[in-house]
């Protein structure tokens, strides 16, 4: 539970200060501003998390979070400029590009051409101008009372991207949101996006997040899915921004009757990165995949944290969360699922492998199985290890040198969750980038 904090730290004192002035600028009528404004009193009342808080108990950002930097403005013409080569990572793949500059929808710098028949493309601040919600029921209800990086976020977001997808409709062609933060000068992004997919409708989406390296922003974003009956998403989220970035990400997913979901997390870069999943399956016979892979290296910390409900019966689950630790390197995850009492029949696999590639390096598993229904299957497990020396041997026996073997192994371990990536360009992408991982490291 989030007690009250009485002491404020530089860092809360100053999103106090940068609320109070921002509250009038950002879009939204008043039920909107009503909702910024209680989520906002929501966070101030528990403060930034910290250890003692059990959801947050291996990323202390009271303690990271020294300060709050400045709110990321409009962007002007040199941010837009430097954004125009967003997503470079998976450029020439023919995915249907969208650019979210500083939080920002940059419509000028997207692809919005020829949208296929039932695809909706818009910025979230005119959904906020519209007086739409801030956060559905639907997804409301994947979530505890008040979770404080959500609701600064809440409380934050001036725009982002809604993407709707209508009942029966099949996006043949993937969209990449390619989420970037510019300048040279430390600042604040906070930005909502929102995708919902109707009955039977099918879209492959991949979100990218990039921004210079050396430069302490801070990022916030939040990604809410709301998948329909008998439909279809497949979503990867690529991390890779410069090595001084403070990110956390949120995903909140309701998913319905007969669907199927798969989403995979892909963290390079980030000197902290939190990606969090709130994701609760309301109908029956849904099948979910949930994956995700981290390498790190120098000081880097990255948080995994999920929350898995199982609301309706005979939904399976797996889960699959690999990290590969080098140097001073921490990674956590945290994994729980819940079966209530209706959802018999449910069959949920959890599994979180951590490799450590030094001997400074850390790694935290704390997986947890919360099961009320009586006819289930359901296990989980975790393991925190070193490379194995024999397969390592194996192959210098056959002429490998030592560090070719090691990467070898590096890329079976990884591998294991780019496999189950759907989309064979985005696939081979992040192999790629594995590999110059390794060969940054010297393997």
Known sequence: MNAPVAIKTEAEQGLISAFAAAQPTLP???????????????????????????????????????????????????????AASAGALLAGLGLRRLVVVDGSFAPELSDLADLEPGLTIRPMAEVFGEDG??????????????????ALNAAFARDGVFIGVAPGAVVTRPIHVAFITTGDAPQ???????VVLGAEAQLALVETHEAKAGVEHQVNVALGLLVGDKAQLDHVKVTGEGSAVLHVGSLVASVGAQARFGSCGFTLGGATVRNQLYVRLVGETTEL????????????????????THAAPGSTSREVFKA?????AEAAFQGRITVEQAAQQTDARMMSRALLLSEEAEAYSKPELEIFADDVQCGHGATVGTLDEQLKFYLMA????????????????????????????????????????LEARGA
């Open 324 to 328: 590969v630790v080098d140097d001073k």
């Open 133 to 150: 919600p801030l956060l559905p029921d639907s997804l409301r209800d994947a979530l505890p009372d008040v979770e404080p990086a959500l």
């Open 289 to 308: 995949s949930l994956a995700g892979a981290s390498l790190l290296g120098g000081k880097q910390h990255a948080d995994t944290t999920l929350f898995l």
């Open 398 to 437: 056959r002429g490998i040198p030592a560090k070719e073997a090691e990467a070898l192994l590096i890329q079976a371990f990884i591998g294991e969750v780019l496999d189950g990536i759907a989309h064979e360009g985005v696939r081979e992408a992040l192999t790629a980038a594995t590999v110059s991982w």
């Open 188 to 194: 604040a992004v906070f930005s909502r996006s929102r």
């Open 28 to 82: 939204g009528g008043p039920g909107v501003s009503a909702a910024r404004l209680a989520a906002f009193e929501a966070f101030n009342r528990v403060g930034l998390p910290h250890r003692r808080v059990e959801a947050w108990k291996y990323t202390d950002l009271r303690r990271l979070m020294r300060d709050a930097k400045p709110l990321a403005p409009l962007p002007d013409a040199a941010a837009k400029a430097e």
